[in-house]
Structure formats: C-alpha cells, structure tokens
C-alpha cells in the first residue's frame, strides 16, 4: 500500500506541514502511476482484439521473436498496413448458409448474415428490456408503496428467487414452453417467445429490488398529493414516480438490454434454425467453423461489443449510480 | 379490513400480477417438478420413469465427472472469488485517493466487466489464452524471459485451464470496484477524523475504520460473487467448444448440466441442478453463520 509513506500525527511538528504535503504529492502520484497501469492491463484484452481484427492471417500468428528487429516488434502491436476488408468480411462470411432463407417483417431474404443475427438479437433485447422496464416497476410500485396481507413474506420471496440458479428450472420450463397450447403461440420452441415473454413477468428479482430502492427514496406526500388531486394507484405510479425514477429506469433498461444482448444459455436452449438465431450463438457457430481465422473472429467479436460500448458509455452516470445504491441498501 | 384496505390490496394485486404469474409458473411450479424430475429418468420421448434415488446414487458413487465438475467448479470460485475481491477493494480504495480523471479510471476498470460474461469476450480470451501466438504468453516472454515454448499452455493444458479462466474473471473486477466506492463515500468523514485525533496513522485508519466501515459491502459481495461464480457457463463453453476439457479439466457445473441435458437425460441433469441448488444455498447459508465480522453502524444506536 502506497499509504503507509505518510507520517503518523504524532511526527516531529517541525516542518509538519511541509513534509506531509509533500509526501501527500508522492502517493498521489504514486496512486496515479499505478491506477493508470491498471488500466493499461485492463484495456489491452480489447485493445488487442481492435489490433488483431486489422492484421492478416500470417500477421495473426507472428510473434515476433525475443531479438527481433524493431520493426517486427511495431508490425505485433500495429498492423501495417491495416486491413479493414476483414469487417465486411467477417459479417458475411457465413454465406454457407447462402441456401437458407430468411424473413424481413415478411419478405423473404435469401442467405443468412450477421444482419440476420443483428435483426435477431435486437428484437429480443430490445422486447426483453421494455418488457423487464415495465413490469419490474410495476411490481416494485406495489412492493414499495401499496399495503397488503403478506407484503414482508412475499417480497423476502421474492429476493430469495436470486439463489435459484437458472438450471433449476431450467428443464421444467423447457418442456412447458415447448407444450405451450397453440392458442398462446405455442410450442415456444424455435421462435422468440420463450426469450421475450418472461421478461413480461416481473423481470427478475434484482430489477424489482433495484426499482423499489429508489421508489422508497421518494417522499410519500408525492403519492398523497396526488391522489388528493384524484389520482388512482396507477396514475401516481404512472404519472407521478415513474417521471421521478428516470435513473432508476435507465439502469434497468441499459442492464436488461445488455443481459439480453450477451445471453447465450437461453438463445442456446430454445432457438434451433440459423434464421431465428441471435448474435451470440452465430458467433460460437463462428468460431467453431473458422477457429483459426483471429482476425474475423475478432472483427466479428469487436462489432457485437460495440453497442454495448456505446449503451455503457452513455448510460454510464446514471446506472453507475443505479448498482451502487442496490448494492449497499 | 376496511373497503378501502381491501381496494387497495385488491390494486397492489393487479400490480403484483405479473410477477405472481412468473412466481407460480416460471419459478414455484419448475423447481417442484424439478424436484420431482431427479428422481426420474425421462428422455422426453418415451414416458416418465420413477426411480427413487437412483439419480442420486450415481451421482454421489458411480460418477467420477460428476465430481470432476464440482471440484473445477469449488476450485474455480476458490481462487476467483477471494482474489478478485481483494483486488476491487484495493482499486477501489486507490480511487477513492482523490486522484484526477477519477470519472475516467472509473469509465475504464468498469467496461471489461459489462462486456463481461459475452460471448465476444470468451472469444476474445481464447485467442489470448493461445499457447503459441497468444498475447499472454508474449507478455509473459517480454517480461520474464521465459521461452514461449516453456510457458504455460493454458487452455490447451490440464494444468493450466482452471488458473486460465481465473486470470479472466479478474477482468471483471470493476463491478465489484463501483459498489465498493460508493461504499467508502458513504463512510462518515467525522470518524478519521476521531482516528486522526487518537493518533492512528492511514495504515491503522484502513483497519480499524475504512475495512469496518465497508464489511456489509464486502459481505453482500462476497454473496452475491460465490453464487455467480458457480453458476459459470457461457466463457468456459465457448472456449471449450462446449465440452469442458481437455480432460475435463474445465468442466463445471453448470455445463455438465447442460451436456446432460443436451443428451435428452432430463431426471439426471435435474438431480445435478439441484445438488448445485443445495451447494450454493448452503455457501450462503455458511457465509450469514459466519457473519460475525460484519459491523452495521445500526447496530450502536440500538
């Protein structure tokens, strides 16, 4: 620890102050110098995919050797010249399933791309984030701010859900899906019901947590106000907290799209043919036919990372905030 | 109960009710008929068939891979958990320095761990990870001299597999970082200063208030990591191509789950999802008996 390089009070007092603003100066350069390598190291697993996604095939497995020539050792860290021809490539690579077809809001599209598994995933998030938005706040509504006989037992219950690994009810849920009456949509196999509707369904223990935290941090006389005014339970949700948990919202929208757009278990179990598959499955399908191609593998890898980039940075200073306060209350 | 606290339980149930639909049918009802399922073999096609224990007895006495995967599994949260857990606490108390770009720091220690448990960055670790032309390994050439030859194979290697993915799961450190930091803010300044007046210097300060002052964070952590931590899948699948090897060094848990079930044997993958249900409910179980180093503020005023 860089900390122990300040002096105890009880150091001579002469020069005191001097010595301890300057020591103060040496560990917080200190901090820095190491914070800054620390994001160095983390930074360089995806720096390194950015790089390896520009090299050529040679180039990818060129190392260069222990007293090699300082133009080898730049050509490892930057790939010149660059080769941006690997993207297109990568996305329609899996032209092998050029025989397959698939459909566009009803228009058949011939040959299955990385667009088809773009198209797939955003669906899917982008139900399951609405859908988990919704109803989470709903439930939590009721949590944080209704009375009713069994309120404590139930929400215990339902934070007691979080233990319960996914594997558990993972087969039973399965074969209901999958004998899902055909007047619900059923089976709820190869299709995206069984990805999408669950997300309906309270959204998962942690999100409705997450949203009862903040509705309890509203003042009451909010709701009482308004139902004075002749608001119904719902219209004081509806209108009056809603409005006043927009960061609240944001994080569980961010994190349920995210949880969606990396979610493999489940794409893996229910979806069967390459027209109804998401990003994440058509990526290990990927891998496991050009294993050796780094720089599509790569490419491919940095483009799926990409909106979650994006989503993290612009939705970072709220949901920060989000986690933080789950996590310490 | 008065009319109006009827209406208003009457409306807290309409609120309630989609979760009560997923309580009854996407979570009470499956861990039921999983239950009952373990003592079942059903390969979906042919009827259900009752067998009491069996599942279990060959399980606990006939099945070295069953075995094989809880300890990759125990072995795995073992070394990933406590280390990585250190490891955010140190960050997080380095950020906590008031040092410049802090917001930045954050930015940076945080992203690996949203891009976390994606299939992208499994596939990222594998090229990392390779023997011969991965960039670990000219790391480890660069800085220690050894051979590339010489180092570690990782993914490739029985030995070096486990330790492979626990070097990964550092990368995750800043989702544990964030909450730690809101933590150490929410520490009242008046007691360094109480410290500081006894004479207690930073390293003591650290000890005595800052490691205190955080422990129901690190406990709520500590919980909620173990649970994540033996329920890994997506990573070790991807990079071991779905089988866990090799020799089945990298088989945990959750993926002998699922190549059982993949293989249509619904009673023996249920059995096993409940041993791993009965092994994290008693991680927990154990983490509240031993509890008592949490300190709760609270508790003082009572």
Redesign the interface.
Known sequence: ????T?????AAPNGFWASKRRTENV??WT??V??VV??IT?????V??LI?SFKTRAD????PP?NSTFFQTLK?WIPIPPHPENYPQAWTVSGMYSGDSWSFFGIPVQGITFTTYTLNTLFIAVCGCLGTTL?SS??A???AR????G?GP?FL??LA?????????????F??FRNMPAFLGGPWYNNFFPLVV?A???GGAYN?FLMRQFFMSIPYEMDEAAKIDGC???GV?WRILLPLCKPALTTVAVFSF?WN??D??NP??YLDSNSKKT??LG??NF??LYGQD?QL??A???V??LP??VM??AG?RYF?QG???T??K | MTSAERKEAISAFMFLSPFLIWMVFLMGGPILAAFFLSFCKWDIFNPIQFVGFDNYKEMFFNDPRFWKALYNTAYFTFLSVPIGMALSIVVALLMNQKVKGIAIFRTIYYLPSILGSGVAMAVLWKWIFNADSGLLNYMLNVFTGIPISECPKWLASEAWSKPALVIMSFWNVGGGMIIYLAGLQGIPSTLYEAAEIDGANRWQQLWTVTLPGLSPVIFFQLIVSIVGSFQIFNQVYVMTDGLGGPADSTLVMVLYIYQKFKYFQMGYSSALAFVLFIVIMLATWLQFRFAKWVYYEGELRK
């Open positions: 620890m860089t900390d122990t300040i002096p105890s009070p009880t560990t917080r901090v820095f190491v914070l620390g994001s983390m930074l360089l697993p995806v390194w995919m390896t990818v497995f060129a190392v222990p490892f109803s709903l439930v509504f009721a949590f209704l009375r009713f006989p309120r139930l219950l339902c859900t979080m233990m319960v690994p996914t594997q558990v009810t993972m087969i039973p849920t074969i209901l669950p309906f369904l309270g409705i119904t339970n719902f949700f995210l757009w990396n493999f278990l893996l179990i990003l994440a990526l290990t891998v496991s780094y593998l790569m491919a890898s940095l799926i990372s979650i980039i993290f940075l970072q920060i986690i933080a306060t996590g310490l």
